[in-house]
């Protein structure tokens, strides 16, 4: 009897050391992705990095300036297509919408966050690119523009819905309208939450491959507006780190590291901004 | 009395209108449309999705109905196409890649639900949570550069000298293969199983731990026997979540699965993916036939994740009405 105990005792303390381990090395992943970035990335960033243009092939040197521009523009445009319909559609789903209508908003919105992002890519090629017949920055941002919706969409209200009800009741009691309400007390109650949603939107779009490859196609020159094929950081790391170039390769590490560090920042200062308010709770 | 009894009610329609009016005024119905048509246009983008993917796919589907699926041959010179290569590699990367993650996500998850205190879970959380947000074109970076190299030089022989009877490990290894993306796309959606794990551990009642200690159970097996049961289909719906995120990852696939359209059953062997042709060959497809049948491959992956996503939700929310939130929330 006591020896079985003590076995059981013995499984009951191995097995529970195992989920710590587990645990241990899921997260040791995140180190170690950092640290072999920075490693190998960190010596190949220099000045040339974010001002020269990429050089040709068998061609040392050059930097990525394109990309980080383009980069720039493509989520530019992106939060201008995405983040209204969210933030909007967030707005008439807590506080106009009837149950019914809230729910095939709400079932939308977590179909396409579901989408595979390659299969958003296909989307925007038929939409946009095929009726203009070429690649360009507007298609690109419309597929990541469309990544960012339900994101923004469904965090947005459950923070909207986190605001208590008796600052609406308040507001109303007070003669405000509900507009009014919505505009002046509810949006500014949750705008921590609110901004919180929208830079993880941000952050998640930011290192999306897969829909650029045939919208916004990638261009090793500077793209000037917004109707021509243009490059981005994800997709030159993309095509670096496949390409039998070794000094390619070595620029694939410095612009992953720029890519996953800007990735890293925004979504920590979400979660500090987040961390910081306490009008709303945690869902 | 008479004459406002009978005025009254004849006033009501009219004192609506003016409501109706005072707040269309006011700006309420105004904000009210508004609104309304950013939320629809999510609904309309939703349908145009799922409509444009269909009849910009209609040529594949007239020539070669269903065959398409079990076709072999991929071959755009012929103008034969027949889905079955890929969807054998994203299959079969998608099972190897949960084999690994589901252990390690759950095991995980255990130990921030059950066995952290809230001071060291939190914080392990929020590495996860950090994870999950890593692009996948870094992930498929670590793949090429580290994967790759470690698969040819320890990985590959130590599972011939060890597992080379069975037919999964045998034949040449290349670095690149179905293996390979197997772990890479493990690495990638342990995040998701922890995650939602976690929160659906969370959310068991106390008084069902209690009740397991109390009649004499160790630690381990009131994790085991009674809080992960009774968590199993939120578990459940994790894995879901995780397998409809596997199936459809584009980028960190493409840059280790070999991309070679064929079927082995050495998990060695270079394989090829839906999402990976789609991503190598739509900027080259030449002619209509070609490109509709890469847009009807990405038909396939839409439907996959969507009905995985829906089990998932489902799953989920039927742990959520059993486990009552009498837990740490």
Redesign the interface.
Known sequence: MNARLRWRKLISAFMLTMTGVCAVVAVAVLFFILGYLVFHGGRSINWDFFTKLPTPVGETGGGMANAIVGSAKLLFLASLFGVPIGFFGAIYLAEFSGSKTAFVVRYAADLLNGVPSIVIGIFAYALVVLPFKHFSAYAGGFALGIMMIPITLRSTEEFLLGVPNTLREAAMALGASKWKTIATVIVPAAYRGILTSVLLAFARVAGETAPLLFTAFGNRYWSPGFNQPIESLPHMVYIYAISPYEDWQRQAWAAGLVLLGLILIVNIVARFILARGVAVQRS | VSTTSIHVPSADPVDDSRSFLS?LR???E???L???L??????L?????VY??WI?SSLPRQKFGLAFFVTKLWDPIAEEFGALTFIYGTVVTAGVALLIAI??????A???A???PQKVSDP?Q??????A??????Y???G???VIPLMRTWIAPTLKATLGFLPLFHGPAYGVGFLTAGIVLA?MV??YI?SVSREVLLSVPRDQREAALALGS????S??KVVVPFARTGIMGSIFLAL?RA?????AVT?VIGNTPSISSSLFAPGYSI?AV??NE??EATGDLYLQS??QL?LV??LL??I??GLA?LLMLLTAARGSGTGR?
């Open positions: 707040r006011n700006g309420d105004i904000a009210r508004i609104t309304f950013f939320a629809a246009s999510v609904v983008l939703t349908l145009l999705l444009e993917l910009a252990p390690l996500g759950i095991g995980a255990i130990f921030l059950e066995l952290a392990l929020f590495f996860i949570d950090l994870l947000a890593v692009p996948s074109v870094i498929g970076v670590l090429v550069f580290i690495i342990i995040p922890i160790t630690r381990w097996e994790t085991w409809a199936l459809g990852e584009t980028m840059m999402a789609i991503a739509f900027t890469l847009i990405g992956l839409f994740t969507f995985l996503n939700r929330a």
